[in-house]
């Protein structure tokens, strides 16, 4: 992936944060979007300070003004886009509201179509390129008290499919990649918030559901997806992958 151009959303943290050490570390031009503007400017800079070619681009990616304005000011080519941006919720169809059910599909869902709609252009106009989204286990089954959260990721494996099809012929590659649980700042946050006194217990426990044993790492993910969306991946699109512990797979 040397010389290639990457943008990368809700790069700041997480799983975003760990695509951006993956692909800057390859010797790729990285452009990461995030709303947090403190922490965003705080890990360009130390990327920056390593000699990698890591921007920072500030930006609310539900607004439609702000994602083309920002993808524009990307020069020339763009090679690579990673849809990772994205929150969650807790709750059934009783418990979530309206406000809640529509502020994931503003950023889930809404937010994917503006910047793969954006990006669209810059990857035609140089002859193609990769679209990777990152979807969920809970697209394809059913995970308690993530209502809002599965209605996103479902549709985030049929945006996937249908820009898969829809571009092939432009030479634009599309894919998914389904994470089980994966211990990032969210993960913490949410033990904190819901378990206090309890976080260890109840850490040991989230990790326990996968069969083997452990939460998924953001590097584990990263890997994933610098291969899908490097040249070694040029046979690969339409597909959604699993990366989960044996979640889905393994029965125990």
Do not use: W
């Not at 945006?159 to 634009?172: E, H, P």
Request: aromatic share 8%; proline share 3%.
């Amino acid at each position: 992936m040397e010389n290639k151009t990457i943008l990368i959303t809700g790069g700041a943290s997480g799983i975003g944060l760990a695509l951006v050490g993956k692909f800057s570390s390859q010797g790729s031009t990285v452009f990461f979007i995030d709303s947090n503007a403190l922490l965003g400017q705080q890990v360009e800079k130390e990327f920056q300070e390593k000699g990698k070619s890591v921007t920072f681009l500030e930006v609310d990616i539900r607004e439609e003004s702000q994602v083309q304005t920002a993808i524009q000011s990307i020069p020339g080519k763009l090679d690579v886009l990673i849809n990772n941006a994205g929150i969650s919720h807790i709750g059934n169809l009783a418990s979530t509201s309206l406000a809640d059910f529509e502020r994931l599909f503003a950023v889930n869902v809404t937010g994917m179509f503006l910047c793969s709609q954006a990006a669209l252009p810059k990857l035609i106009e140089q002859g193609g390129g990769s679209i990777l989204n990152l979807c969920s286990v809970a697209a394809t089954m059913g995970i308690p008290d993530r209502f809002a959260y599965s209605m996103t990721k479902g549709a985030t494996l049929s945006m996937t499919l249908s820009i898969a099809r829809d571009y092939v012929k432009q030479g634009i590659r599309c894919n998914c990649i389904s994470p089980g649980r994966v211990h990032t700042p969210f993960v913490d946050g949410f033990l904190a918030k819901n378990y206090p006194g309890k976080e260890r217990e109840m850490f040991e426990q989230l990790a326990a559901t996968q069969p083997i044993g452990r939460m998924g790492t953001p590097d584990e993910i990263a890997e994933l997806a610098y291969f899908i969306s490097s040249d070694a991946g040029k046979f690969i699109t339409g597909s959604n992958f699993t990366i989960d512990g044996g979640f889905t797979g393994i029965k125990m």
